[in-house]
């Protein structure tokens, strides 16, 4: 595994792109995090003061940051398009499988990079988040901490799978662009398809639970959107926004199942196809 | 005992409408130098595709090292070029071969040394994407060469280059080949096949032709080229001789096909005591195009 971990570190890490892109999605969440996390006084006209909302209160926190911090997937999305049509377009798949990688190897490297970089992102996320979290939350108990701290494990889980299914489509169509633009219809078409069941063809309960096995769908459910929550933060009265946003484990499991499937399904591909 | 290094039996490979590969059966023993013959589009780079495991078989099989291995675990043992020198446009020849060192599993001790070899020491540190089609051609084979590998497998090395660059990789095949390397030398360009190679396969649509010593396929006696003022009176003479089966009137040259052996010296003697005094004599023998294209040609 460390074998296959230093090949593709290599592959990556001597291309400029790709280490630019590396450190920059690392970089941006975390100076957005920290940016966000202080107080801005514009020369004493206003302030601006995020911590005041109530939003980096635990345990609400784990909730929000990464939700917002999953967005940055993107910039990663790019590097794993980008690092599997350019094996075909130098035509460096041909000469890595001569050289003596076998094609289980081959996805194997950079299944393994994307794991380990979700992880380090998850860990990187999670501690930024009791770090901010203990800066500014209201309470700071050690009881009340770690509650919903399972958003941090939803994050990993929907960072893998996303990958996962961006490497499916890069080895199958082998292009970054259109290997890219085939995942912004995919994600589209999920969302006609959700919103004409829920409206036009069936009611909202058939959508959704039709949709949670549809991989944008699985993977947005991991960690639904925490604004509602806010917004009944400030004002609790408001029962009918209640919602189910909680982490749970068929969610995580339709996700596993996803990113095993596309996972295996690039293997498969490789191992069909004529370099 | 010569060991064998590959095995390859009734391969086929089927492309959607074409048989690309029909029944191919040879084997590659330790030692020699192969050269695998054919025209364009006669099988050759898929034959070795199958067996570098970047093409799928359709059926058959084939053998590394008596099957003792797995065959990217025997690949590590394989060096291997493939037409177009592919490396990684943005890192420089010494970090493209320390890549290649990563995935065979060897030391980088020999990069400097194979670098040198093929003379792209001094170009060490520049960005694959800056070099010539030559030099890349030759950081192919220092990447090849990385793991002093047991054969070394070539698919038209010379393709495309220019005749410098073309005299640089015959002369370090040769100095491989010298060195004691089993060499497969897949190649439409016969002088090559004939000045290296000790054994050849020939392929002609997928099928093979003929698969054998280079040597017992050029068996003939060989034939004379001759000249004379006196054309017609010699080509009666050589029509009636004994030792001749065939001669051919190739307007000022007459070639004359040998059944036996038949030294230039003595036919000189005979035509001069015959009156038929020569302007150019010269005893050959067919060469390996010569036979390439009869056996490619007959069998249609």
């Known amino acids: ?275 | 005992m010569p060991s064998t290094i590959l095995t390859v039996n009734n391969l086929n490979k089927k492309f959607s409408s074409i048989h690309a590969v029909k029944n191919l059966s040879f084997t590659i023993e330790k030692g020699n130098v192969y050269g695998i013959l054919g025209p364009n589009g006669s099988g050759k780079s898929t034959t070795l595709g199958i067996v570098l495991n970047v093409v799928n078989k359709t059926s058959g099989d084939f053998f590394w090292f008596n099957n003792s291995i797995s065959t990217h675990n025997a690949l590590k043992k394989v060096g291997a070029i493939i037409e177009h020198p592919n490396f990684y446009p943005y890192m420089t020849a010494e970090e493209n071969l320390k890549l290649v060192c990563k995935i065979k599993g060897i030391p980088t001790a020999k990069i400097i040394e194979k670098l040198t070899l093929v003379g792209l020491i001094e170009r060490k540190d520049s960005k694959f994407r800056s070099f010539s089609l030559g030099m890349k051609q030759r950081l192919a084979i220092a990447s090849a060469l990385l793991n002093d590998p047991e054969i070394l497998i070539l698919d038209e090395p010379t393709n495309g280059l220019d005749p410098q660059g073309i005299h640089q990789i015959r002369s370090l095949i040769t100095k491989i080949a010298a060195e004691g390397t089993t060499i497969l030398l897949a190649s439409h360009l016969l002088d090559e096949v004939e000045k290296v190679c000790s054994h050849v396969v020939i392929l002609r649509n997928g099928q093979k032709l003929y698969d054998g010593r280079v040597d017992q396929l050029i068996a003939s006696n060989g034939f004379f080229e001759v000249m004379s003022t006196q054309k017609n009176k010699l080509i009666d003479f050589l029509k009636n001789h004994d030792a001749f089966n065939t001669v051919k009137d190739e307007g000022d040259i007459i070639k004359a096909f040998l059944n036996t052996n038949l030294e230039a010296e003595i036919l000189n003697k005979q035509l001069l005591e015959q009156d038929i005094p020569l302007s150019h004599l010269v005893k050959r023998k067919e060469s390996l195009e010569e036979q390439f294209l009869q056996l490619t040609n007959n069998k249609k």
């Open chain 1, 1 to 275: 595994m460390i074998r296959l971990l230093q090949i593709e570190f290599q592959k990556l890490w001597k291309n400029k792109m790709s280490k630019f892109l590396i450190i920059i999605s690392f970089i941006i969440p975390f100076s957005v995090l920290i940016l966000s996390s202080i107080k801005i006084d514009f020369f004493g006209y206003f302030t601006i003061d995020l911590a005041q909302t109530g939003i980096f209160n635990f345990p609400l926190i784990w909730h929000i940051i990464p939700f917002f911090a999953s967005y940055f997937k993107l910039f990663f999305a790019l590097i794993v398009v980008s690092m599997i049509a350019n094996e075909y377009s130098n035509r460096t798949i041909k000469q890595n499988l001569i050289d003596g990688l076998s094609k289980k190897e081959f996805i194997l490297t950079k299944f393994y990079f994307i794991l380990v970089y979700t992880l380090l992102s998850s860990l990187f996320i999670g501690i930024a988040t009791l770090i901010i979290g203990l800066i500014h939350s209201a309470h700071t108990d050690i009881e009340v901490l770690f509650i919903n701290s399972e958003f941090v494990a939803a994050y990993f889980f929907k960072l893998l799978g996303f990958f996962s299914f961006c490497m499916f489509v890069a080895m199958l169509i082998k292009r970054s662009a259109f290997a890219l633009g085939t995942l912004i219809v995919i994600a589209i078409a999920e969302v006609i398809i959700y919103e004409n069941l829920k409206w036009n063809w069936a009611n909202d309960v058939i959508a959704e639970n039709i949709m949670m096995f549809a991989p944008f769908t699985a993977l947005y459910n991991l960690i639904n959107q925490p604004i509602q929550r806010i917004v009944m933060i400030s004002s609790p009265d408001k029962t009918n926004l209640m919602y189910d946003y909680a982490v749970h484990w068929h969610e995580i499991v339709i996700v596993c199942v996803w990113t095993f499937l596309f996972t295996y399904g690039s293997y498969i591909l490789l191992k069909n196809r004529d370099l």
